[in-house]
């Protein structure tokens, strides 16, 4: 068994991703630092999901050039990879990773002081601006998947029309299913690592 991994190379740095791993994703300085981290994250991963996580070889399939929003701390571009269809069954594993994610997120949360602790230079947001920040991207993200979600609607209700689109299989959607689920799981644990690691004392 292995697990399929690609870069996504900005002008600065470079992120390590699992194509069938949703959040399974690091970034650094270089391919090779990238890969690393991700191998560093392999417990931290498996800690969040209620499957049992067995990754196996890495196996490195490609990498994709990078654009603006890599270079500022996010992956942004869809792979080949991306255009190959999902199964059904796939699909729903790659949801429920997404869902574990999300109730991971929720936990983290939950017992996660107001104030964090700031960054060597002062920066950084505390708690609540963070998860703010999450429900937000999540809602502005909707219409890529082809779908939409009014401004203030409870995030219950939000998550719920999330699954529902993806389940659906994103029609009308501009990302391919795989890379939306990649893309929303990376972003919601990378933000539940952050206040985790800011929390501690």
């Given at each position: 068994?292995?697990?399929?991994?690609?870069?996504?190379?900005?002008?600065?740095?470079?992120?390590?991703?699992?194509?069938?791993?949703?959040?399974?994703?690091?970034?650094?300085?270089?391919?090779?630092?990238?890969?690393?981290?991700?191998?560093?994250?392999?417990?931290?991963?498996?800690?969040?999901?209620?499957?049992?996580?067995?990754?196996?070889?890495?196996?490195?399939?490609?990498?994709?050039?990078?654009?603006?929003?890599?270079?500022?701390?996010?992956?942004?571009?869809?792979?080949?990879?991306?255009?190959?269809?999902?199964?059904?069954?796939?699909?729903?594993?790659?949801?429920?990773v997404?869902?574990?994610?999300?109730?991971?997120?929720?936990?983290?949360?939950?017992?996660?002081?107001a104030?964090?602790?700031?960054?060597?230079?002062?920066?950084?947001?505390?708690?609540?601006?963070?998860?703010?920040?999450?429900?937000?991207?999540?809602?502005?993200?909707?219409?890529?998947?082809?779908?939409?979600?009014?401004?203030?609607?409870p995030?219950?209700?939000?998550?719920?029309?999330?699954?529902?689109?993806?389940?659906a299989?994103?029609?009308?959607?501009?990302?391919?299913?795989?890379?939306?689920?990649?893309?929303?799981?990376?972003?919601?644990?990378?933000?539940?690592?952050?206040?985790?690691?800011?929390?501690?004392?």
């Open positions: 068994m292995s697990t399929r991994v690609y870069f996504e190379v900005g002008k600065r740095s470079a992120f390590a991703a699992a194509i069938d791993w949703p959040g399974w994703c690091r970034r650094a300085k270089t391919e090779e630092l990238a890969l690393a981290a991700l191998l560093d994250y392999q417990d931290r991963y498996a800690a969040v999901l209620s499957e049992p996580f067995e990754p196996g070889k890495l196996d490195v399939v490609g990498s994709v050039s990078g654009n603006a929003t890599t270079d500022f701390g996010a992956p942004a571009v869809d792979t080949p990879w991306d255009a190959d269809a999902m199964t059904s069954r796939d699909l729903t594993r790659h949801v429920v997404l869902q574990d994610i999300w109730a991971y997120f929720d936990a983290v949360v939950d017992s996660a002081p104030t964090l602790k700031r960054g060597p230079r002062g920066g950084g947001r505390d708690r609540d601006d963070i998860v703010a920040h999450v429900r937000e991207a999540e809602r502005h993200y909707c219409s890529a998947l082809g779908t939409r979600v009014a401004p203030r609607t995030w219950s209700e939000q998550r719920a029309t999330i699954t529902e689109v993806l389940l299989g994103s029609p009308g959607g501009k990302w391919p299913s795989r890379y939306s689920l990649r893309r929303l799981a990376w972003h919601v644990l990378d933000h539940a690592w952050e206040i985790e690691d800011k929390s501690e004392k």
